[in-house]
Protein backbone atom coordinates (compact mmCIF):
# COMPACT_ATOMS: atom_id res chain seq x y z
CA UNK A 1 0.00 0.00 0.00
CA UNK A 2 1.09 3.33 -1.08
CA UNK A 3 2.05 6.13 1.65
CA UNK A 4 -0.88 8.44 1.13
CA UNK A 5 -3.37 5.47 1.24
CA UNK A 6 -2.14 3.89 4.30
CA UNK A 7 -2.19 7.51 6.23
CA UNK A 8 -5.80 8.31 4.39
CA UNK A 9 -7.34 4.43 5.86
CA UNK A 10 -5.45 5.32 9.07
CA UNK A 11 -7.39 8.30 9.43
CA UNK A 12 -10.63 6.95 8.48
CA UNK A 13 -10.13 3.76 10.81
CA UNK A 14 -9.11 6.15 13.66
CA UNK A 15 -12.63 8.40 13.30
CA UNK A 16 -14.34 5.50 13.11
CA UNK A 17 -12.63 4.05 15.97
CA UNK A 18 -13.66 6.92 18.11
CA UNK A 19 -16.86 7.45 16.80
CA UNK A 20 -18.14 4.05 17.61
CA UNK A 21 -16.09 3.48 20.81
CA UNK A 22 -17.63 6.82 22.11
CA UNK A 23 -21.41 5.74 20.55
CA UNK A 24 -21.32 3.27 23.65
CA UNK A 25 -21.00 3.31 27.01
CA UNK A 26 -18.56 6.12 28.65
CA UNK A 27 -14.87 5.33 28.36
CA UNK A 28 -13.82 7.29 31.30
CA UNK A 29 -13.45 6.25 34.94
CA UNK A 30 -16.14 7.58 37.10
CA UNK A 31 -15.27 10.23 39.49
CA UNK A 32 -11.94 10.24 38.13
CA UNK A 33 -12.02 13.93 36.58
CA UNK A 34 -13.87 17.34 37.59
CA UNK A 35 -13.68 19.29 34.45
CA UNK A 36 -14.03 23.18 35.38
CA UNK A 37 -16.45 25.23 34.61
CA UNK A 38 -14.35 27.82 32.56
CA UNK A 39 -10.90 28.06 31.73
CA UNK A 40 -8.56 30.69 30.68
CA UNK A 41 -6.83 31.02 27.45
CA UNK A 42 -4.14 34.08 27.00
CA UNK A 43 -3.37 34.78 22.98
CA UNK A 44 -0.24 37.04 23.15
CA UNK A 45 0.94 38.54 20.39
CA UNK A 46 5.17 38.04 19.46
CA UNK A 47 6.42 38.67 16.25
CA UNK A 48 9.37 36.44 15.89
CA UNK A 49 11.85 34.28 17.50
CA UNK A 50 14.48 37.38 18.09
CA UNK A 51 12.71 39.73 20.00
CA UNK A 52 11.56 40.06 23.87
CA UNK A 53 10.22 36.44 23.84
CA UNK A 54 11.09 36.35 27.53
CA UNK A 55 8.63 38.79 28.34
CA UNK A 56 5.95 37.76 26.62
CA UNK A 57 6.43 34.10 28.36
CA UNK A 58 6.39 35.75 31.21
CA UNK A 59 3.65 37.61 30.64
CA UNK A 60 1.75 34.62 29.97
CA UNK A 61 2.88 32.44 32.59
CA UNK A 62 1.72 35.53 34.92
CA UNK A 63 -1.60 35.82 33.19
CA UNK A 64 -2.80 32.32 33.73
CA UNK A 65 -2.24 32.85 37.97
CA UNK A 66 0.36 29.52 37.48
CA UNK A 67 2.16 28.96 40.69
CA UNK A 68 5.72 28.12 40.02
CA UNK A 69 8.32 29.33 43.51
CA UNK A 70 9.63 26.36 44.31
CA UNK A 71 8.64 23.99 42.31
CA UNK A 72 10.55 21.40 39.30
CA UNK A 73 9.29 22.01 36.16
CA UNK A 74 9.24 19.53 33.08
CA UNK A 75 9.02 21.41 29.51
CA UNK A 76 7.74 19.08 26.80
CA UNK A 77 8.57 21.25 23.66
CA UNK A 78 7.87 18.89 20.35
CA UNK A 79 10.85 17.78 18.77
CA UNK A 80 10.06 15.45 16.05
CA UNK A 81 12.15 15.32 13.08
CA UNK A 82 14.90 18.18 11.07
CA UNK A 83 15.11 18.89 7.78
CA UNK A 84 16.63 22.28 6.65
CA UNK A 85 13.94 25.23 5.58
CA UNK A 86 11.06 23.01 7.39
CA UNK A 87 9.29 24.63 10.93
CA UNK A 88 8.84 20.99 12.31
CA UNK A 89 9.77 21.11 15.85
CA UNK A 90 8.68 24.01 18.83
CA UNK A 91 11.16 26.61 17.94
CA UNK A 92 14.25 26.09 20.63
CA UNK A 93 14.20 30.08 20.97
CA UNK A 94 10.45 29.38 22.47
CA UNK A 95 11.99 26.94 24.75
CA UNK A 96 14.85 28.59 25.90
CA UNK A 97 12.81 31.94 27.04
CA UNK A 98 10.46 29.37 28.62
CA UNK A 99 13.30 28.14 30.94
CA UNK A 100 14.87 31.21 31.66
CA UNK A 101 10.98 32.40 32.66
CA UNK A 102 10.66 30.02 34.86
CA UNK A 103 13.82 30.48 36.84
CA UNK A 104 13.18 34.05 37.01
CA UNK A 105 9.70 33.19 38.19
CA UNK A 106 11.46 31.09 41.12
CA UNK A 107 11.33 27.53 40.14
CA UNK A 108 13.44 24.85 41.69
CA UNK A 109 14.83 23.51 38.41
CA UNK A 110 13.81 23.49 34.90
CA UNK A 111 14.37 20.22 33.20
CA UNK A 112 14.02 19.90 28.84
CA UNK A 113 12.56 16.21 28.00
CA UNK A 114 11.64 15.13 24.51
CA UNK A 115 11.14 11.32 23.11
CA UNK A 116 11.04 12.12 19.54
CA UNK A 117 8.80 9.24 17.20
CA UNK A 118 11.11 9.22 14.48
CA UNK A 119 14.97 9.45 15.47
CA UNK A 120 16.60 7.49 17.45
CA UNK A 121 19.53 10.11 17.75
CA UNK A 122 18.37 12.14 20.05
CA UNK A 123 21.69 14.26 20.85
CA UNK A 124 22.17 14.65 16.93
CA UNK A 125 18.83 16.22 17.22
CA UNK A 126 19.35 18.85 19.98
CA UNK A 127 22.39 19.74 18.01
CA UNK A 128 20.90 19.54 14.32
CA UNK A 129 17.63 21.78 15.93
CA UNK A 130 19.26 24.21 17.40
CA UNK A 131 18.09 23.73 20.52
CA UNK A 132 21.63 22.80 22.65
CA UNK A 133 22.95 25.94 22.75
CA UNK A 134 19.96 27.11 24.76
CA UNK A 135 20.31 24.41 27.13
CA UNK A 136 24.24 25.00 27.61
CA UNK A 137 23.21 28.87 28.13
CA UNK A 138 20.42 28.57 30.32
CA UNK A 139 22.43 25.62 32.43
CA UNK A 140 19.02 23.58 31.95
CA UNK A 141 19.39 19.55 31.10
CA UNK A 142 17.75 17.54 28.71
CA UNK A 143 16.25 14.18 29.64
CA UNK A 144 15.75 11.63 26.64
CA UNK A 145 12.36 10.41 27.71
CA UNK A 146 12.57 7.60 25.34
CA UNK A 147 15.50 6.15 27.16
CA UNK A 148 14.40 7.09 30.66
CA UNK A 149 13.59 5.07 33.47
CA UNK A 150 10.04 3.72 33.15
CA UNK A 151 6.78 2.99 35.31
CA UNK A 152 3.76 1.38 34.32
CA UNK A 153 0.73 3.37 34.43
CA UNK A 154 -2.79 2.39 34.93
CA UNK A 155 -5.42 4.71 32.21
CA UNK A 156 -8.30 6.55 33.39
CA UNK A 157 -10.17 6.07 30.60
CA UNK A 158 -10.50 2.91 27.70
CA UNK A 159 -10.35 4.74 24.15
CA UNK A 160 -7.64 2.28 23.16
CA UNK A 161 -9.24 -0.76 24.50
CA UNK A 162 -5.76 -1.78 26.85
CA UNK A 163 -5.30 -1.08 30.80
CA UNK A 164 -1.96 0.34 31.16
CA UNK A 165 0.77 2.03 29.32
CA UNK A 166 4.16 2.75 29.99
CA UNK A 167 5.81 6.40 30.85
CA UNK A 168 8.44 7.87 31.22
CA UNK A 169 9.44 8.11 34.60
CA UNK A 170 10.84 11.68 34.68
CA UNK A 171 7.02 12.65 34.42
CA UNK A 172 6.18 11.85 37.22
CA UNK A 173 9.52 13.62 39.26
CA UNK A 174 8.25 17.26 37.89
CA UNK A 175 5.72 19.73 39.83
CA UNK A 176 4.57 20.95 36.84
CA UNK A 177 4.22 19.92 33.82
CA UNK A 178 4.30 21.96 30.67
CA UNK A 179 3.31 21.12 27.37
CA UNK A 180 5.11 23.27 24.58
CA UNK A 181 3.52 22.03 21.14
CA UNK A 182 4.22 23.33 17.75
CA UNK A 183 0.83 24.32 16.34
CA UNK A 184 0.66 22.60 12.59
CA UNK A 185 -1.65 20.67 10.72
CA UNK A 186 -1.31 16.71 11.10
CA UNK A 187 -1.89 13.92 8.34
CA UNK A 188 -3.40 11.75 10.95
CA UNK A 189 -5.39 14.08 13.58
CA UNK A 190 -6.29 17.14 11.73
CA UNK A 191 -4.23 18.93 13.97
CA UNK A 192 -1.27 18.08 16.55
CA UNK A 193 -0.87 20.45 19.70
CA UNK A 194 -0.41 20.24 23.39
CA UNK A 195 -2.26 17.23 23.84
CA UNK A 196 -1.09 15.21 20.63
CA UNK A 197 2.51 16.34 21.85
CA UNK A 198 2.22 14.07 24.91
CA UNK A 199 3.31 11.21 22.60
CA UNK A 200 6.65 11.82 23.84
CA UNK A 201 6.21 10.82 27.20
CA UNK A 202 5.67 7.36 25.81
CA UNK A 203 9.29 5.90 25.63
CA UNK A 204 10.55 4.40 22.48
CA UNK A 205 12.84 1.46 24.69
CA UNK A 206 9.70 0.32 25.29
CA UNK A 207 7.20 0.98 22.47
CA UNK A 208 10.05 1.28 19.47
CA UNK A 209 9.88 4.13 16.59
CA UNK A 210 7.77 5.68 15.46
CA UNK A 211 5.78 4.68 18.20
CA UNK A 212 3.58 2.60 15.80
CA UNK A 213 1.68 0.98 19.32
CA UNK A 214 -0.10 4.22 19.62
CA UNK A 215 -0.72 4.70 15.85
CA UNK A 216 -2.82 1.22 15.78
CA UNK A 217 -4.52 1.60 18.72
CA UNK A 218 -5.53 4.68 17.00
CA UNK A 219 -4.44 8.05 17.39
CA UNK A 220 -7.56 9.73 18.58
CA UNK A 221 -7.68 7.07 21.11
CA UNK A 222 -4.49 7.34 21.70
CA UNK A 223 -4.25 10.98 22.66
CA UNK A 224 -7.51 10.94 25.02
CA UNK A 225 -6.26 8.41 27.18
CA UNK A 226 -2.24 9.60 27.39
CA UNK A 227 -4.25 13.02 28.62
CA UNK A 228 -6.91 11.52 30.54
CA UNK A 229 -3.76 10.00 32.61
CA UNK A 230 -1.44 12.19 32.59
CA UNK A 231 -2.78 15.91 32.04
CA UNK A 232 -0.26 18.52 31.43
CA UNK A 233 -0.04 21.50 34.19
CA UNK A 234 0.18 24.09 31.34
CA UNK A 235 0.75 25.01 28.29
CA UNK A 236 2.77 26.85 26.17
CA UNK A 237 2.15 26.91 22.10
CA UNK A 238 4.44 27.66 19.66
CA UNK A 239 2.18 29.69 17.24
CA UNK A 240 5.29 32.45 16.26
CA UNK A 241 5.37 30.57 12.97
CA UNK A 242 3.38 27.12 12.42
CA UNK A 243 3.26 24.62 9.85
CA UNK A 244 -0.18 24.11 7.31
CA UNK A 245 -0.81 21.42 4.72
CA UNK A 246 0.94 17.84 4.84
CA UNK A 247 2.10 17.92 8.44
CA UNK A 248 3.27 17.69 10.88
CA UNK A 249 6.57 17.38 9.10
CA UNK A 250 6.31 17.72 5.40
CA UNK A 251 4.04 21.32 5.82
CA UNK A 252 4.83 24.50 5.05
CA UNK A 253 5.79 27.10 7.42
CA UNK A 254 2.66 29.19 8.26
CA UNK A 255 3.25 32.71 10.20
CA UNK A 256 0.49 33.26 12.79
CA UNK A 257 2.95 35.64 15.33
CA UNK A 258 1.22 34.34 18.95
CA UNK A 259 2.11 32.27 21.54
CA UNK A 260 -0.93 30.59 23.41
CA UNK A 261 -1.31 30.01 27.33
CA UNK A 262 -3.08 28.25 29.75
CA UNK A 263 -3.88 25.18 32.09
CA UNK A 264 -6.60 23.27 29.78
CA UNK A 265 -4.82 21.55 27.13
CA UNK A 266 -8.44 20.99 25.63
CA UNK A 267 -8.99 24.87 25.59
CA UNK A 268 -6.14 26.05 24.73
CA UNK A 269 -5.73 23.25 21.98
CA UNK A 270 -9.47 23.80 20.61
CA UNK A 271 -8.78 28.32 20.80
CA UNK A 272 -4.98 27.18 18.51
CA UNK A 273 -7.49 25.34 16.25
CA UNK A 274 -9.66 28.21 15.83
CA UNK A 275 -6.64 30.48 15.31
CA UNK A 276 -6.11 28.21 12.30
CA UNK A 277 -9.52 28.78 11.47
CA UNK A 278 -10.40 24.89 12.48
CA UNK A 279 -13.58 23.94 13.75
CA UNK A 280 -12.42 22.27 16.92
CA UNK A 281 -15.77 20.37 17.36
CA UNK A 282 -15.21 18.81 14.18
CA UNK A 283 -11.86 17.17 15.74
CA UNK A 284 -12.39 13.81 17.01
CA UNK A 285 -9.85 13.95 20.29
CA UNK A 286 -10.98 17.53 21.08
CA UNK A 287 -14.96 17.14 20.88
CA UNK A 288 -14.27 13.77 23.33
CA UNK A 289 -12.00 15.72 25.36
CA UNK A 290 -14.32 18.29 25.83
CA UNK A 291 -16.38 15.76 27.55
CA UNK A 292 -14.46 14.88 30.42
CA UNK A 293 -10.80 16.48 30.49
CA UNK A 294 -11.65 20.23 30.06
CA UNK A 295 -13.25 22.65 27.93
CA UNK A 296 -13.43 23.48 23.79
CA UNK A 297 -16.79 24.98 23.87
CA UNK A 298 -15.63 28.90 23.02
CA UNK A 299 -18.71 29.87 25.71
CA UNK A 300 -16.88 28.00 28.44
CA UNK A 301 -13.44 30.06 27.43
CA UNK A 302 -12.36 33.11 28.83
CA UNK A 303 -10.00 34.55 26.13
CA UNK A 304 -7.28 36.58 27.83
CA UNK A 305 -5.06 39.40 25.71
CA UNK A 306 -5.74 39.31 21.97
CA UNK A 307 -8.84 37.87 20.29
CA UNK A 308 -8.80 35.07 18.12
CA UNK A 309 -10.87 37.36 15.23
CA UNK A 310 -7.60 39.39 15.23
CA UNK A 311 -4.75 37.04 14.80
CA UNK A 312 -6.93 34.01 13.03
CA UNK A 313 -5.01 32.82 10.33
CA UNK A 314 -6.52 30.45 8.25
CA UNK A 315 -3.99 27.08 8.03
CA UNK A 316 -4.51 24.85 4.92
CA UNK A 317 -5.14 21.58 5.24
CA UNK A 318 -5.06 18.60 3.14
CA UNK A 319 -7.79 16.61 1.02
CA UNK A 320 -8.97 14.04 4.07
CA UNK A 321 -9.15 17.32 6.47
CA UNK A 322 -11.29 19.79 4.46
CA UNK A 323 -14.32 19.10 6.75
CA UNK A 324 -12.73 20.52 9.89
CA UNK A 325 -13.37 24.15 8.31
CA UNK A 326 -15.06 26.43 10.61
Not at 167 to 175: K, L
Request: charged content about 25%; overall charge positive.
Amino acid sequence: MRRRDFLKAATLLGMTSLATRCGRESRWKTGAFRKPKASQVAILKAASYEKNLVGVILEGIKTCGLPVSGRKVLLKPNLVEYETDKVINTHPAVVGAAIDAFLRLGAREVRVGEGPGHRRDTDGLLVASGLLPYLKETGSSFVDLNLDDIKRVTLLSDFMGIDALYIAESVFSADLLVSMPKIKTHHWAGMTLSMKNMFGIVPGVKYGWPKNFLHWHGIHESIVDINSTIRPHFVIADGIIGMEGNGPIQGQPKPCGVLVFGNDPVAVDSTCARIAGLNPEKIDYLRVAGEFLGNFEEKRIEQIGEAISSVQTRFDVIEGFKHLRS
